[in-house]
Protein backbone atom coordinates (compact mmCIF):
# COMPACT_ATOMS: atom_id res chain seq x y z
CA UNK A 1 0.00 0.00 0.00
CA UNK A 2 1.15 3.31 -1.05
CA UNK A 3 1.86 6.18 1.39
CA UNK A 4 -1.64 8.40 0.67
CA UNK A 5 -3.64 4.85 0.49
CA UNK A 6 -2.33 3.84 4.21
CA UNK A 7 -2.75 7.73 5.29
CA UNK A 8 -6.67 7.40 3.99
CA UNK A 9 -7.11 3.47 4.84
CA UNK A 10 -10.60 4.19 6.75
CA UNK A 11 -11.62 6.58 3.24
CA UNK A 12 -10.64 3.68 0.97
CA UNK A 13 -12.39 1.09 2.71
CA UNK A 14 -15.57 3.46 3.20
CA UNK A 15 -15.42 4.06 -0.56
CA UNK A 16 -14.82 0.29 -1.62
CA UNK A 17 -17.67 -0.45 0.71
CA UNK A 18 -20.02 1.96 -0.65
CA UNK A 19 -19.52 0.12 -3.78
CA UNK A 20 -20.32 -2.93 -2.32
CA UNK A 21 -23.46 -1.98 -1.10
CA UNK A 22 -24.60 -0.15 -4.63
CA UNK A 23 -24.25 -3.38 -5.85
CA UNK A 24 -26.12 -5.34 -3.07
CA UNK A 25 -29.11 -2.12 -3.40
CA UNK A 26 -28.63 -2.65 -7.59
CA UNK A 27 -29.96 -6.46 -7.27
CA UNK A 28 -32.44 -5.76 -4.25
CA UNK A 29 -35.30 -5.04 -6.44
CA UNK A 30 -35.20 -7.29 -9.24
CA UNK A 31 -34.15 -9.80 -6.31
CA UNK A 32 -37.17 -8.87 -4.91
CA UNK A 33 -39.50 -9.81 -7.72
CA UNK A 34 -41.39 -12.74 -6.75
CA UNK A 35 -42.24 -11.06 -3.16
CA UNK A 36 -43.60 -7.64 -5.07
CA UNK A 37 -45.91 -9.70 -7.44
CA UNK A 38 -46.94 -12.11 -5.18
CA UNK A 39 -47.23 -9.80 -2.09
CA UNK A 40 -48.30 -7.00 -3.64
CA UNK A 41 -49.97 -8.62 -7.05
CA UNK A 42 -48.33 -6.85 -9.94
CA UNK A 43 -48.35 -7.99 -12.91
CA UNK A 44 -46.36 -8.08 -15.41
CA UNK A 45 -46.52 -4.76 -16.83
CA UNK A 46 -45.99 -3.21 -13.54
CA UNK A 47 -43.27 -5.17 -12.31
CA UNK A 48 -41.34 -4.24 -15.55
CA UNK A 49 -42.38 -0.46 -15.37
CA UNK A 50 -40.84 -0.05 -11.74
CA UNK A 51 -36.95 0.16 -13.56
CA UNK A 52 -38.08 3.25 -15.65
CA UNK A 53 -37.62 5.69 -12.93
CA UNK A 54 -34.19 3.92 -12.18
CA UNK A 55 -32.89 4.42 -15.34
CA UNK A 56 -33.61 8.04 -16.04
CA UNK A 57 -32.87 9.53 -13.09
CA UNK A 58 -29.81 7.78 -13.18
CA UNK A 59 -29.15 9.53 -16.31
CA UNK A 60 -29.93 12.67 -14.69
CA UNK A 61 -27.69 11.85 -11.04
CA UNK A 62 -24.94 11.10 -13.67
CA UNK A 63 -25.32 14.76 -15.60
CA UNK A 64 -25.59 16.35 -11.81
CA UNK A 65 -23.31 14.68 -10.32
CA UNK A 66 -20.37 15.63 -12.82
CA UNK A 67 -21.39 19.25 -12.08
CA UNK A 68 -21.76 18.87 -8.47
CA UNK A 69 -18.44 16.82 -8.45
CA UNK A 70 -16.82 20.82 -10.07
CA UNK A 71 -18.56 22.78 -7.61
CA UNK A 72 -19.00 21.12 -3.74
CA UNK A 73 -16.52 18.43 -4.39
CA UNK A 74 -16.59 14.78 -4.54
CA UNK A 75 -17.25 14.00 -0.93
CA UNK A 76 -20.58 15.45 -0.46
CA UNK A 77 -21.37 13.12 -3.32
CA UNK A 78 -20.28 9.74 -2.19
CA UNK A 79 -22.37 10.53 1.20
CA UNK A 80 -25.55 10.97 -0.93
CA UNK A 81 -24.63 8.22 -2.71
CA UNK A 82 -24.74 5.95 0.64
CA UNK A 83 -27.60 7.59 1.85
CA UNK A 84 -29.21 7.44 -1.19
CA UNK A 85 -29.04 3.86 -1.79
CA UNK A 86 -29.89 3.27 1.96
CA UNK A 87 -33.05 5.26 1.23
CA UNK A 88 -34.01 3.15 -1.71
CA UNK A 89 -34.48 0.38 1.10
CA UNK A 90 -36.37 2.67 3.19
CA UNK A 91 -39.55 2.41 0.20
CA UNK A 92 -38.82 -1.10 -0.27
CA UNK A 93 -39.65 -2.38 3.02
CA UNK A 94 -42.43 0.18 2.93
CA UNK A 95 -44.27 -1.07 1.18
CA UNK A 96 -45.12 -3.53 3.63
CA UNK A 97 -47.09 -0.62 5.71
CA UNK A 98 -48.60 1.74 3.01
CA UNK A 99 -52.20 2.25 2.04
CA UNK A 100 -52.17 -0.50 -1.09
CA UNK A 101 -53.10 2.24 -3.55
CA UNK A 102 -49.53 3.45 -2.74
CA UNK A 103 -47.75 0.51 -3.09
CA UNK A 104 -46.86 1.23 -6.62
CA UNK A 105 -45.81 4.64 -6.11
CA UNK A 106 -43.44 4.01 -3.07
CA UNK A 107 -41.67 1.44 -5.25
CA UNK A 108 -41.38 3.74 -8.32
CA UNK A 109 -39.91 6.52 -5.43
CA UNK A 110 -37.13 3.38 -4.26
CA UNK A 111 -36.13 2.30 -7.31
CA UNK A 112 -35.90 6.51 -8.44
CA UNK A 113 -33.74 6.83 -5.69
CA UNK A 114 -31.67 4.06 -6.57
CA UNK A 115 -30.68 5.17 -10.04
CA UNK A 116 -30.13 8.84 -9.20
CA UNK A 117 -27.50 7.25 -6.39
CA UNK A 118 -26.10 5.16 -9.09
CA UNK A 119 -25.55 8.07 -11.23
CA UNK A 120 -24.24 10.44 -8.69
CA UNK A 121 -22.23 7.95 -7.31
CA UNK A 122 -20.03 7.33 -10.59
CA UNK A 123 -17.87 10.66 -10.17
CA UNK A 124 -16.59 9.95 -6.13
CA UNK A 125 -16.73 5.92 -6.48
CA UNK A 126 -14.40 6.31 -9.96
CA UNK A 127 -12.29 9.45 -8.64
CA UNK A 128 -11.15 8.27 -5.35
CA UNK A 129 -9.34 5.17 -6.15
CA UNK A 130 -6.79 6.40 -9.01
CA UNK A 131 -6.34 8.91 -6.30
CA UNK A 132 -5.79 6.62 -3.69
CA UNK A 133 -3.71 4.00 -5.77
CA UNK A 134 -1.78 6.49 -8.37
CA UNK A 135 0.51 3.97 -9.74
CA UNK A 136 -2.37 1.20 -10.09
CA UNK A 137 -5.23 3.30 -11.33
CA UNK A 138 -6.47 0.67 -13.66
CA UNK A 139 -6.53 -2.20 -11.06
CA UNK A 140 -7.60 -0.02 -8.17
CA UNK A 141 -10.94 1.13 -10.51
CA UNK A 142 -11.19 -2.49 -11.42
CA UNK A 143 -11.09 -3.75 -8.40
CA UNK A 144 -13.71 -1.77 -7.05
CA UNK A 145 -16.26 -2.39 -10.11
CA UNK A 146 -15.15 -6.52 -8.60
CA UNK A 147 -16.81 -5.52 -5.39
CA UNK A 148 -19.91 -3.74 -6.76
CA UNK A 149 -20.09 -6.92 -8.67
CA UNK A 150 -20.08 -8.89 -6.06
CA UNK A 151 -22.77 -7.30 -4.59
CA UNK A 152 -24.85 -7.89 -7.69
CA UNK A 153 -23.92 -11.52 -7.25
CA UNK A 154 -24.46 -11.60 -2.84
CA UNK A 155 -28.13 -9.61 -3.35
CA UNK A 156 -30.16 -12.65 -4.44
CA UNK A 157 -28.27 -15.34 -2.02
CA UNK A 158 -29.02 -12.86 0.60
CA UNK A 159 -32.38 -12.19 0.01
CA UNK A 160 -33.30 -15.89 -0.78
CA UNK A 161 -31.69 -16.63 2.64
CA UNK A 162 -33.87 -13.87 4.55
CA UNK A 163 -37.07 -15.07 2.98
CA UNK A 164 -36.74 -18.99 3.78
CA UNK A 165 -36.07 -17.72 7.47
CA UNK A 166 -39.75 -15.69 7.29
CA UNK A 167 -38.29 -12.42 7.38
CA UNK A 168 -37.85 -11.03 3.76
CA UNK A 169 -37.81 -7.35 5.37
CA UNK A 170 -34.40 -7.99 7.30
CA UNK A 171 -32.89 -7.51 3.62
CA UNK A 172 -33.79 -3.75 3.36
CA UNK A 173 -33.68 -3.41 6.60
CA UNK A 174 -29.85 -4.14 6.96
CA UNK A 175 -28.97 -2.27 3.50
CA UNK A 176 -30.61 0.56 4.79
CA UNK A 177 -28.74 0.50 8.35
CA UNK A 178 -25.92 -0.22 6.15
CA UNK A 179 -26.40 2.99 4.17
CA UNK A 180 -26.75 5.26 7.26
CA UNK A 181 -23.68 3.74 8.83
CA UNK A 182 -21.68 4.58 5.56
CA UNK A 183 -23.31 8.01 4.57
CA UNK A 184 -22.17 8.82 8.20
CA UNK A 185 -18.80 7.73 7.98
CA UNK A 186 -18.15 8.79 4.80
CA UNK A 187 -19.00 13.04 5.69
CA UNK A 188 -17.06 12.66 8.53
CA UNK A 189 -13.83 10.11 7.08
CA UNK A 190 -10.55 12.07 5.81
CA UNK A 191 -10.55 11.98 2.00
CA UNK A 192 -7.75 13.21 -0.17
CA UNK A 193 -8.48 16.72 -1.45
CA UNK A 194 -7.42 17.76 -5.22
CA UNK A 195 -4.78 19.64 -3.69
CA UNK A 196 -3.40 16.59 -2.09
CA UNK A 197 -3.50 13.84 -4.70
CA UNK A 198 -3.54 16.51 -7.74
CA UNK A 199 0.12 14.57 -9.91
CA UNK A 200 1.91 16.13 -12.70
CA UNK A 201 -0.33 16.22 -16.07
CA UNK A 202 1.27 14.62 -18.71
CA UNK A 203 -1.50 14.74 -21.30
CA UNK A 204 -2.92 18.01 -22.31
CA UNK A 205 -6.43 18.28 -22.93
CA UNK A 206 -9.30 20.50 -24.63
CA UNK A 207 -12.58 20.80 -22.65
CA UNK A 208 -14.22 16.88 -22.84
CA UNK A 209 -17.59 18.54 -24.48
CA UNK A 210 -15.41 19.84 -27.48
CA UNK A 211 -12.96 16.53 -28.19
CA UNK A 212 -14.42 14.36 -30.32
CA UNK A 213 -12.35 11.73 -28.25
CA UNK A 214 -15.09 12.30 -25.04
CA UNK A 215 -17.70 11.44 -27.66
CA UNK A 216 -16.15 8.44 -28.95
CA UNK A 217 -16.06 6.87 -25.73
CA UNK A 218 -19.05 8.40 -24.85
CA UNK A 219 -20.77 5.85 -27.86
CA UNK A 220 -18.39 3.35 -26.93
CA UNK A 221 -20.15 3.12 -22.96
CA UNK A 222 -23.54 3.15 -24.99
CA UNK A 223 -22.57 0.50 -27.75
CA UNK A 224 -21.14 -2.26 -24.62
CA UNK A 225 -24.61 -1.20 -22.53
CA UNK A 226 -26.27 -2.72 -25.53
CA UNK A 227 -24.45 -5.85 -26.16
CA UNK A 228 -24.19 -6.78 -22.19
CA UNK A 229 -27.89 -6.19 -22.10
CA UNK A 230 -28.85 -8.56 -25.09
CA UNK A 231 -26.64 -11.22 -22.91
CA UNK A 232 -28.24 -10.42 -19.33
CA UNK A 233 -31.58 -9.20 -20.21
CA UNK A 234 -33.03 -11.53 -22.67
CA UNK A 235 -30.50 -14.88 -21.03
CA UNK A 236 -33.62 -16.63 -19.11
CA UNK A 237 -35.70 -16.41 -21.84
CA UNK A 238 -33.76 -17.54 -24.62
CA UNK A 239 -32.50 -20.46 -22.49
CA UNK A 240 -36.32 -21.38 -21.63
CA UNK A 241 -38.16 -20.42 -24.76
CA UNK A 242 -35.43 -21.05 -28.01
CA UNK A 243 -33.81 -24.08 -26.45
CA UNK A 244 -36.38 -25.51 -24.69
CA UNK A 245 -33.93 -25.50 -21.55
CA UNK A 246 -35.46 -26.48 -17.90
CA UNK A 247 -36.22 -22.74 -15.86
CA UNK A 248 -32.89 -23.85 -13.22
CA UNK A 249 -30.58 -24.56 -16.29
CA UNK A 250 -31.74 -20.77 -17.31
CA UNK A 251 -31.73 -18.97 -13.96
CA UNK A 252 -28.60 -20.35 -13.32
CA UNK A 253 -27.18 -19.50 -16.91
CA UNK A 254 -27.66 -16.08 -15.50
CA UNK A 255 -26.03 -16.34 -12.38
CA UNK A 256 -22.69 -17.48 -14.04
CA UNK A 257 -22.74 -14.74 -16.50
CA UNK A 258 -22.71 -12.59 -13.16
CA UNK A 259 -19.98 -14.80 -11.40
CA UNK A 260 -17.96 -14.62 -14.64
CA UNK A 261 -18.13 -11.20 -14.85
CA UNK A 262 -17.00 -10.57 -11.48
CA UNK A 263 -14.62 -13.44 -11.85
CA UNK A 264 -13.13 -11.98 -15.11
CA UNK A 265 -12.77 -8.39 -12.98
CA UNK A 266 -10.85 -10.13 -10.74
CA UNK A 267 -8.44 -11.46 -13.28
CA UNK A 268 -8.27 -8.30 -14.85
CA UNK A 269 -7.01 -6.46 -11.39
CA UNK A 270 -4.15 -8.49 -11.40
CA UNK A 271 -3.14 -9.12 -15.56
CA UNK A 272 -3.27 -4.62 -16.13
CA UNK A 273 -0.10 -4.89 -14.23
CA UNK A 274 1.85 -6.81 -16.57
CA UNK A 275 -0.39 -6.22 -19.68
CA UNK A 276 -1.68 -2.29 -20.98
CA UNK A 277 -4.85 -1.79 -19.82
CA UNK A 278 -5.08 -0.47 -23.54
CA UNK A 279 -4.45 -4.15 -25.05
CA UNK A 280 -7.16 -5.78 -22.59
CA UNK A 281 -9.62 -3.04 -23.23
CA UNK A 282 -9.39 -4.01 -26.94
CA UNK A 283 -9.31 -8.00 -26.56
CA UNK A 284 -12.85 -8.22 -24.40
CA UNK A 285 -15.00 -7.04 -27.54
CA UNK A 286 -13.66 -9.87 -29.84
CA UNK A 287 -14.71 -12.26 -26.99
CA UNK A 288 -18.08 -10.51 -27.01
CA UNK A 289 -18.46 -11.15 -30.52
CA UNK A 290 -17.62 -14.82 -30.23
CA UNK A 291 -19.98 -15.02 -27.57
CA UNK A 292 -22.79 -13.99 -29.66
CA UNK A 293 -21.85 -16.17 -32.79
CA UNK A 294 -21.65 -19.00 -30.39
CA UNK A 295 -24.50 -18.76 -28.45
CA UNK A 296 -27.08 -19.61 -30.67
CA UNK A 297 -25.52 -23.15 -30.96
CA UNK A 298 -26.27 -23.42 -26.84
CA UNK A 299 -28.78 -26.05 -27.36
CA UNK A 300 -27.26 -28.28 -24.15
CA UNK A 301 -27.44 -27.57 -20.08
CA UNK A 302 -23.49 -27.37 -20.28
CA UNK A 303 -23.26 -25.77 -23.61
CA UNK A 304 -25.91 -22.78 -22.44
CA UNK A 305 -23.83 -22.53 -18.64
CA UNK A 306 -20.19 -22.29 -20.52
CA UNK A 307 -21.41 -20.07 -23.48
CA UNK A 308 -22.87 -17.73 -20.69
CA UNK A 309 -19.80 -17.89 -18.51
CA UNK A 310 -18.02 -16.63 -22.07
CA UNK A 311 -19.68 -14.05 -22.19
CA UNK A 312 -19.93 -12.20 -18.85
CA UNK A 313 -16.03 -12.89 -19.13
CA UNK A 314 -16.30 -10.81 -22.21
CA UNK A 315 -17.96 -7.87 -20.68
CA UNK A 316 -16.62 -8.06 -17.41
CA UNK A 317 -14.09 -5.26 -17.27
CA UNK A 318 -14.92 -3.93 -20.00
CA UNK A 319 -16.30 -0.53 -18.84
CA UNK A 320 -14.35 0.12 -16.01
CA UNK A 321 -11.11 0.05 -18.11
CA UNK A 322 -13.51 2.40 -20.42
CA UNK A 323 -13.60 4.99 -17.86
CA UNK A 324 -9.92 4.87 -16.79
CA UNK A 325 -8.80 4.73 -20.43
CA UNK A 326 -11.35 7.99 -21.00
CA UNK A 327 -9.91 9.49 -17.45
CA UNK A 328 -6.46 9.80 -18.68
CA UNK A 329 -7.25 11.43 -21.82
CA UNK A 330 -8.77 13.88 -19.80
CA UNK A 331 -7.07 14.07 -16.28
CA UNK A 332 -8.19 17.55 -15.09
CA UNK A 333 -11.81 16.40 -15.79
CA UNK A 334 -12.10 12.68 -13.92
CA UNK A 335 -15.07 13.15 -11.76
CA UNK A 336 -17.07 14.54 -14.63
CA UNK A 337 -16.13 11.85 -17.41
CA UNK A 338 -16.87 9.13 -14.81
CA UNK A 339 -19.88 10.47 -14.52
CA UNK A 340 -21.30 11.23 -18.22
CA UNK A 341 -19.84 7.44 -18.94
CA UNK A 342 -22.24 6.08 -16.59
CA UNK A 343 -25.22 8.62 -17.79
CA UNK A 344 -24.24 7.07 -21.31
CA UNK A 345 -24.08 3.37 -19.99
CA UNK A 346 -27.42 4.52 -17.93
CA UNK A 347 -29.01 5.52 -21.77
CA UNK A 348 -27.93 2.27 -23.77
CA UNK A 349 -29.24 0.19 -20.56
CA UNK A 350 -32.97 1.72 -21.34
CA UNK A 351 -32.61 1.92 -25.03
CA UNK A 352 -30.92 -2.12 -25.05
CA UNK A 353 -34.08 -3.36 -22.72
CA UNK A 354 -36.55 -1.81 -25.36
CA UNK A 355 -34.90 -2.59 -28.65
CA UNK A 356 -35.08 -6.51 -28.41
CA UNK A 357 -38.74 -6.98 -27.75
CA UNK A 358 -40.33 -5.23 -31.08
CA UNK A 359 -37.56 -7.06 -33.26
CA UNK A 360 -38.80 -10.12 -32.08
CA UNK A 361 -41.68 -10.31 -33.91
CA UNK A 362 -39.46 -10.17 -37.27
CA UNK A 363 -35.79 -12.22 -36.02
CA UNK A 364 -35.54 -15.09 -33.74
CA UNK A 365 -33.37 -15.18 -30.87
CA UNK A 366 -30.81 -16.95 -32.54
CA UNK A 367 -30.31 -14.17 -35.53
CA UNK A 368 -30.91 -11.94 -32.73
CA UNK A 369 -27.79 -12.67 -31.05
CA UNK A 370 -25.67 -13.29 -34.43
CA UNK A 371 -26.66 -9.47 -35.33
CA UNK A 372 -25.59 -8.17 -31.76
CA UNK A 373 -22.40 -9.03 -32.29
CA UNK A 374 -22.12 -5.68 -34.58
CA UNK A 375 -22.21 -3.99 -30.85
CA UNK A 376 -18.69 -5.04 -30.20
CA UNK A 377 -17.24 -4.98 -33.78
CA UNK A 378 -18.37 -1.14 -33.60
CA UNK A 379 -16.82 -0.81 -30.41
CA UNK A 380 -13.23 -2.21 -31.46
CA UNK A 381 -13.94 0.55 -34.12
CA UNK A 382 -14.41 3.27 -32.35
CA UNK A 383 -11.50 2.23 -30.28
CA UNK A 384 -8.85 2.07 -32.49
CA UNK A 385 -10.52 5.39 -33.98
CA UNK A 386 -9.77 6.67 -30.53
CA UNK A 387 -6.38 5.29 -30.22
CA UNK A 388 -5.31 6.66 -33.71
CA UNK A 389 -6.88 10.10 -32.61
CA UNK A 390 -4.51 10.02 -29.01
Known sequence: MNKLAATHWPAVLTVYLI??????????????????????????????????????????????????????????????????????????????????????PIILIGTGLLGFSFGVGGAPLNSYPPQFFPQRAPTAIVALHTLMGLGLMTGPLLVDGFSRAGWWSGFP???????????????????????????EQRITTKPPLASATFWIFASIAVLYAFAEGTFSNWAVIYLREAKGLSAGVAALALSVFWAAMVAGRLLVSVLVVRIAPLTIWLALPVLMIAAFWLLPGASTPVLGLGLFALAGLACSA???????????????????????LIAALMVGVGLGSFVIGPLREWLSLEQLYRLSAVYPAAVIGLGWWSLHRS
Not at 69 to 85: C, F, S, V, Y
Not at 189 to 196: E, G, S
Not at 329 to 336: C, H, I, K, L, S
Open 173 to 199: WSLLGLGAGLALTAALVRLPTDAAVKT
Open 318 to 340: FFPLTITLASERFPNEVAWVSSM
Open 19 to 104: AFLQGLTLVSFPASSAVLKQMHGFSDAQYGAIFLPQVALAVVGAVAGGTLARRLGLQPLLWLTAAGNGLSQLALVASLWVNPALVF
